[in-house]
Structure formats: C-alpha cells, structure tokens
T-cell receptor, first 113, second 115 residues
Framework: AQSVTQLGSHVSVSEGALVLLRCNYS??????LFWYVQYPNQGLQLLLKYTTGATLVKGINGFEAEFKKSETSFHLTKPSAHMSDAAEYFCAVSGSGTYKYIFGTGTRLKVLA | EAGVVQSPRYKIIEKKQPVAFWCNPI?????LYWYLQNLGQGPELLIR????????DSQLPKDRFSAERLKGVDSTLKIQPAELGDSAVYLC?????????????FGPGTRLTVL
C-alpha cells in the first residue's frame, strides 16, 4: 500500500526566495513519485517525476526534486520563486508496476512581492 | 499535441438532477482515468479504463455513478441523481500504452456545483 504526506497545507515565500515543498511517502514496493502543479480552475500539470535512475530529478519551470529512499522523501525545490509559481502543488506516489496514484492533500504556495 | 479535453468546464444543477461529463484523452492513449477532487484535497480515482474495458471501478459509487467508453476513445461519466455532496471537480486523465511508468496527463476538469 502507498500513502503520501505533504507537510504544510500553505507555504508563503518572498519573490526570489528558495521554494521548498515537502513530501514524504510510504510504499510497500519501489515507488514512482510525481509532482503536479494546479493553477486556479485548471487541471494538474506534470512538473517532474522519479521512476528509476538518477535520484535528483529536474522538471519544468526550474523545479527539481530529490528522491531520498532512506528518508522516504521527495521534496520539491526551486532556487528562486517567481510570482507565477503561486499555485497548488500535489505530490503523488504509485508503486512500480502499478498504475494507481495516491495523492497528497496538496500545498498551496503563495509568493509575496 | 492536444491535451486531454473535458467538457463542460463548469456545471450547476439542482439536486436530484442528472449530469454528464465528457472526456477525450490524448491521441493514442488507451488508458483513461476519472478522478474526483474535493475542495482542498488531492484527486481520488473513481474508475480506470483500458481501451473500452473498465479494469478498476472499485471506487465508483455504482448506485448513482456510471461511466462508459464505448469505442475505447472518449468517455462519459454520469451521475443520476446528483446529491449536494457531489459538488467537486471531476478530472479526467490518460496515459500511453508505451509508457511503462503509467505517467498520467490530466485535463482541466469539470467543476460541478449541486444546489
């Protein structure tokens, strides 16, 4: 079985500051991990994913995430926040060889001018 | 390449009325998913199709919800009758048969309000 915990339902950062959104997972099989972004009144857009191989994954819009098996974490970071990054971010896990996504409850990112 | 298309984008109905949502997946994607997203929550899977076959409908409330994908391409999700608690966003997603990671691509969703 899989589960996802996103720490912090709301995160505020200043424009130009580091963005760090936390995701911890549990999985009984090797996980596939995903970050999606959802802008208001829109669907989910894939930011990045980890399946196998390199544990540091780079995505769109300058985001990256690192898979840390020992910490069961897949935190999302961006060195410098932009106003356009304000949105809701969802972490999801699926087991390798399965299709079923389990989503976290989301983190709403606010970027302050 | 066109993304997942959903319509309508918004729907407001009275309780006990029927409602239907339509989804057209990315071309070539034979796997289609319907999700329910309540306010402040992550999406939850309702049903998954492989071509025209519903291979996982364990989370679909079958007393009032139904879905079909007759020709293995576009799909319709129906609620009859709608209840107040059905107010949510209904998301459709699809994935490619050549992608072994089953990465899912989402449409914009249909926001349902039941009055």
């Amino acid at each position: 079985a899989q589960s996802v915990t996103q720490l912090g339902s709301h995160v505020s950062v200043s424009e130009g500051a580091l963005v760090l959104l936390r995701c911890n997972y549990s999985s009984s099989v090797p996980p596939y991990l995903f970050w999606y972004v959802q802008y208001p009144n829109q669907g989910l857009q894939l930011l990045l994913k980890y399946t196998t191989g390199a544990t540091l994954v780079k995505g769109i819009n300058g985001f990256e995430a690192e898979f840390k098996k020992s910490e069961t974490s897949f935190h999302l970071t961006k060195p410098s926040a932009h106003m356009s990054d304000a949105a809701e971010y969802f972490c999801a896990v699926s087991g390798s060889g399965t299709y079923k996504y389990i989503f976290g409850t989301g983190t709403r990112l606010k970027v302050l001018a | 390449e066109a993304g997942v298309v959903q319509s309508p984008r918004y729907k407001i109905i009275e309780k006990k009325q029927p409602v239907a949502f339509w989804c057209n997946p990315i071309s070539g994607h034979n796997t289609l998913y319907w999700y329910l997203q309540n306010l402040g929550q992550g999406p939850e899977l309702l049903i998954r199709y492989e071509n025209e076959e519903a291979v996982d409908d364990s989370q679909l409330p079958k007393d009032r919800f139904s879905a079909e994908r007759l020709k293995g391409v576009d799909s319709t999700l129906k609620i009859q009758p709608a209840e107040l608690g059905d107010s949510a966003v209904y998301l459709c997603a699809s994935s490619s048969p050549t992608d072994t990671t089953d990465t899912q691509y989402f449409g914009p969703g249909t926001r349902l309000t039941v009055l």
